[in-house]
């Protein structure tokens, strides 16, 4: 007997009108055309570009697997209701030192906060608020004010806290103005 039986295929390509794997591998062949145009044009810099990348490439790969989890777990476990509450529309002056406060604790490299802006977005967080995060985990880290207070002395560290502060809330204002006054924003 011929019985029809519907066979299940598993595919792993995503529609043509998908561009992110496209985008994603041009940005890898441009970074490594890049290391190789730049090691044949300095012949006597190729092993520190060589050995350089190749170190970046570790650290990457060691601390991937952690944010991937990072960002598991905080898409389970923080509701779009908490960060909607204190980091969006209508969480004002508390939302942007929520977010400054949350920036300043971790002392991992910047690129660990894109991802987590990333879900901050999808989950309604204001713009100026994900930029005052990015802000402070670049240039307010709590252990690099200890070093700066114990280095440098605690007027130059409340002197450049100051400034950095008293610039980026202006800066992540403007800057939400511009993301919201354009329909085709980047989300």
Do not use: H
């Amino acid at each position: 007997m011929n019985q029809n039986i519907p066979i299940a295929v598993a595919t792993t390509s995503r529609s043509s009108k998908d561009p992110r794997p496209a985008k994603g591998l041009i940005l890898v062949l441009v970074s490594i055309s890049t290391v190789v145009a730049v090691s044949i044009l300095i012949p006597g810099k190729r092993e520190a570009i060589v050995s350089g990348s190749v170190d970046f490439l570790k650290e990457v790969a060691l601390i991937l697997p952690a944010i991937c989890i990072m960002m598991g777990l905080f898409g389970v476990f923080v509701s779009e209701n908490l960060v909607m509450r204190t980091l969006g529309r209508s969480s004002g002056w508390k939302g942007m030192l929520i977010a400054m406060g949350i920036g300043s604790l971790p002392t991992g490299p910047l690129y660990a906060a894109f991802p987590i802006a990333a879900a901050l977005r999808e989950k309604g967080a204001r713009v100026s608020n994900i930029f005052l995060l990015m802000t402070a985990w670049a240039c307010i880290k709590l252990p690099q004010e200890l070093l700066e207070l114990r280095f440098l002395g605690s007027q130059f560290m409340l002197a450049r806290l100051a400034l950095t502060i008293g610039l980026a809330i202006p800066a992540a204002l403007l800057i939400e103005w511009f993301v919201d006054a354009k329909p085709t924003s980047i989300r």
